[in-house]
């Protein structure tokens, strides 16, 4: 495994940290129920089929973020949290959770996607001046423990090149600065790491370096690849391995030195290389960089590999001959069971890439991927426990630990042939089959009218024209300010949901619930200012999730958590048949806000990306039918608002860039389709229906030709940690349409000045025409407290007033 799930199976981490962060338990109770939990999860992975001493389980907890681990691991901690460090430069957890999350006055760090997952990883800050060393050895304590217990990790680590080349600039760096300039002072940290572990016992240590599989980072190839030569000599050359690898090392000695060798040991390194091929296009003319070939001549014991999301190499490499191979072949990334004897072909296949040996793996870290299919227990809808997940999906699925069993049969046929696991394999492949043919997974009505669809389907008319009919229509003044659409979930309207859920609360009486929160959400924007409000979203539990219940196609987990980022979790749908809406969805709670104001009203709804994005989707047609087909399913709900007088809509799509490949030449097919897909349903509306669109969590300059593609009239965007970064960029690139550049992160519990805000708001009305600045948090206020939310809010309408003043 090149890791596993860290949250818990019951979102153990999750509820530990978050009482952490209230006050309500101290760190000592935080540290304990994390021991727990790790201990949880390496017996677990024992008794699933991995070995308890050849370091085949992989250590990869965090408490927040495996890229905020290495910052704090190396000391690299922004300036302006220096004063949470000790005097060797370490954090305390207190301290390494308000970097995540900042405080004060004190941004946190920035947050993106983690290549093209739903997972978000924190942005480092590297400058010149930044402290670099090894000053904290929490990898090395975690293996101890663990060790103590019985079992012998394989401690993972993002590797040195991944780290820098996802890091930041600082702030004060100079012009042309680059993180990776810091190299040398990074893999000299890790090689003081590589020593510690080796004198704690450790047979092996994974380093991730998964930005060797795209060609979309900012860092020239001829640079990456002398980074990796560098690197790699640094810490497998110069530093001797302690044993041959998989035996364990002699015992440490007190003064932790390992008897008979120098301080230069350390363990077998596997160097990891996930989400894509390692061959890579380095020039338009068809140049390519083979990164296997860079990797297979250091001195590294192994490579894993992708082999779901990439081809096998065509020839043999003569330097794996002193290597082991690890054949990511089972998927990390999705949760449907393999076709075993399709998977033993592509291990046949590697043996003749000439390495030492052949291993099976996974194609990427089990991270995104819920724990274990066996928690979905069958109960019929409405009852108290259990889940609606039908037994006959649950047959197709892998989650976690079904994936575990998978990778140990793989192993076993390798070593034993496969008649040793004949009845494993016909298993798989009657799973797979029954899921080809199952009803519903096509569905002639839905396939019709999709390929009935002409170019007319996916445009609207001039901008211009659009937006005088909506000004006449919504009378809106300058810099209009609104949210994103979702309000706190407090504990009542969580409770309620569940009650209902549970059939402990009834139809009628839900409804009642939910009008009076509602109402009461409507009084507050009325009472803040607000220009265009928006019901908040109580009766939603997830922006995706909701969606899904409600559409023939999809199947929701009862335990299928999976981590999006810190202690956020989802449970990620399972998109399984042809997807059909059989009755409106959302058109109710809209049409009963909008008879509480006279203000204009938005309904909300998700985007067709993001439903793919933040689904498990199924795997056996392009991804661009099935976005075509949920377009259809939201074009039909679009249709009913505006039938019910909405003059506003709102189709999130915080997931655009996430999908975007991460090969330059696959990306233009990707943008065609996932634009097609969001203008096919928003394309049926009249001139004066305003439609909106929402992006966040991302690095927006690489889609904002696919932003200005999908005609959205209004378009907000995540920009307030990144200090209005987009907005230039819109600038240059054209773009003309109403924007609202997010004033208040609402990923932090900060509450933002009203000058802090106002300060935003004219860095983006000094770059763009006023008259097309909307003004919004970052993102919606669903995770956030209302002690939080209401005086931001306050501070966002002021700067908006204020800022409005000044133009005149």
């Known amino acids: 495994m090149l890791g596993y799930p860290r949250i818990g199976r019951r979102r153990e981490l999750k509820k530990a940290v978050e009482a952490f962060w209230a006050g309500k338990t101290s760190v000592d109770e935080l540290e304990a129920t994390a021991r727990e939990l790790r201990l949880a999860t390496v017996r677990r992975l024992v008794d699933l089929g991995l070995g308890a001493d050849d370091a085949s389980v992989p250590g990869s907890f965090s408490y927040y973020d495996q890229v905020l681990d290495v910052a704090a691991s190396l000391g690299a901690v922004p300036s302006r949290f220096a004063s949470l460090t000790d005097d060797a430069g370490r954090l305390d957890l207190a301290g390494y959770f308000t970097v995540a999350r900042g405080q004060g006055d004190d941004a946190p760090l920035e947050m993106t996607k983690w290549f093209d997952t739903n997972y978000h990883y924190l942005v ?3 400058g010149p001046d930044t402290p670099i060393r090894f000053v904290d050895d929490r990898v090395v304590r975690e293996f101890v423990e663990a060790k103590e217990a019985g079992v012998v990790t394989r401690p993972v680590v993002v590797g040195p090149v991944t780290f820098l080349a996802l890091s930041k600039a600082a702030d004060d760096a100079p012009a042309g600065y680059s993180p990776l300039d810091r190299l040398d002072d990074v893999v000299a940290a890790y090689a003081d790491l590589l020593r510690a572990l080796a004198a704690a016992g450790a047979p092996w240590v994974q380093l991730d370096e998964p930005i060797l599989v795209t060609d979309s980072v900012d860092v020239p190839f001829t640079e990456l690849a002398a980074a990796v030569e560098s690197a790699y000599r640094t810490l ?33 390194i596997l160097v990891a290389t996930p989400f894509g091929g390692l061959e890579t296009p380095v020039d338009a003319d068809g140049g390519t960089h083979d990164f296997l070939a860079t990797l297979a001549g250091t001195d590294v014991e192994a490579i894993a590999i992708d082999a779901v999301r990439a081809d096998l190499p065509d020839s043999p490499y003569d330097d794996l001959v002193s290597k082991t191979l690890v054949v990511g072949a089972i998927d990390g990334h999705n949760i449907w069971r393999a076709d075993l004897s399709t998977k033993l072909d592509v291990l046949d296949a590697a043996r003749d890439l000439g390495a030492g040996a052949v291993a099976v793996g996974t194609s990427t870290s089990l991270l995104h991927v819920p724990h274990d299919v066996e928690d979905e227990v069958f109960a019929e809808p409405g009852t108290a426990s259990g889940t609606t997940l039908d037994p006959r999906l649950r047959d197709w699925l892998a989650f976690a630990d079904q994936k575990v069993g998978e990778v140990a049969t793989l192993a076993r046929a390798l070593t034993e042939g496969r008649d040793a696991v004949a009845a494993e394999i016909e298993a798989s492949r009657a799973a797979v089959t029954s899921r080809s043919e199952a009803s519903g997974v096509v569905v002639p009505a839905v396939r019709e009218r999709a390929a009935a669809l002409t170019d007319a389907d996916f445009a609207r008319g001039d901008y211009a024209e659009r937006a005088a009919a909506q000004q006449e229509r919504l009378n809106l003044p300058p810099l209009p300010t609104t949210t994103i659409g979702s309000f706190p979930q407090t504990p009542e309207i969580r409770r309620a949901r569940a009650q209902w859920t549970k059939g402990d609360l009834s139809d009628a009486d839900y409804t009642v619930a939910m009008r009076e929160e509602i109402a009461r959400v409507v009084a507050l924007q009325e009472e803040l200012g607000l220009d265009v409000l928006v019901h908040g979203e109580p009766e939603r539990n ?7 219940e409600h559409l023939d196609g999809f199947a929701v987990t009862a335990n299928g958590w999976v981590q999006s980022y810190g202690s956020r979790c989802v449970r990620p749908p399972i998109l399984w048949g042809d997807v059909t809406r059989p ?3 959302t058109v109710e709670w809209s049409a009963y806000t909008a008879s509480l104001t006279e203000k204009p009203v938005k309904g909300m709804l998700t985007g067709p990306v993001t439903i793919l994005a933040w689904s498990f989707v199924r ?4 991804l661009g039918d099935t976005a075509n087909q949920v377009g259809l399913a939201l074009r039909d709900e679009i249709a009913d608002l505006e039938a019910t007088g909405i003059g506003i809509v709102q189709v999130d799509e915080p997931a655009l860039r996430e999908l975007l490949p991460l090969r330059k030449a696959d990306q233009p097919a990707y943008l065609d389709w996932s634009v097609g897909s969001f203008r096919l349903a928003t394309s049926g509306v009249a001139a004066a229906t305003q439609i909106h669109t929402h992006l966040c969590y991302s690095e927006f300059g690489e889609v904002i030709g696919a932003i200005d593609g999908l005609d959205a009239d209004v378009t907000s965007v995540e920009a307030a940690r990144s200090r209005m970064e987009i907005v230039p960029e819109l600038r240059d690139a054209g773009y003309a349409r109403g924007i609202g550049p997010g004033v208040y992160d609402i990923h932090s519990p900060r509450i933002p000045s009203t000058e802090e805000v106002t300060e935003l708001l004219e860095l983006a009305v000094k770059s763009i025409d006023p008259k097309v600045v ?4 970052d993102c919606g206020l669903k995770t956030r407290r209302y002690e939080e939310t209401v005086p931001s809010l306050e501070h966002l309408v002021a700067a908006a007033q204020a800022v409005r003043a000044t133009l005149g």
């Open 583 to 585: 009755a409106p969805i």
């Open 619 to 622: 795997d056996d047609q392009p």
């Open 236 to 268: 497998a050359t110069d530093l001797r391995p302690v044993s041959n690898p998989g035996s364990l090392p002699t015992e440490t000695s007190g003064s932790g030195a390992i008897p008979g060798s120098t301080q230069d040991a350390r363990p077998a």
């Open 124 to 126: 480092p800050e590297i």
């Open 542 to 548: 997830d922006m995706v999730q909701y969606f899904a």
């Open 774 to 777: 909307w003004v919004n948090p």
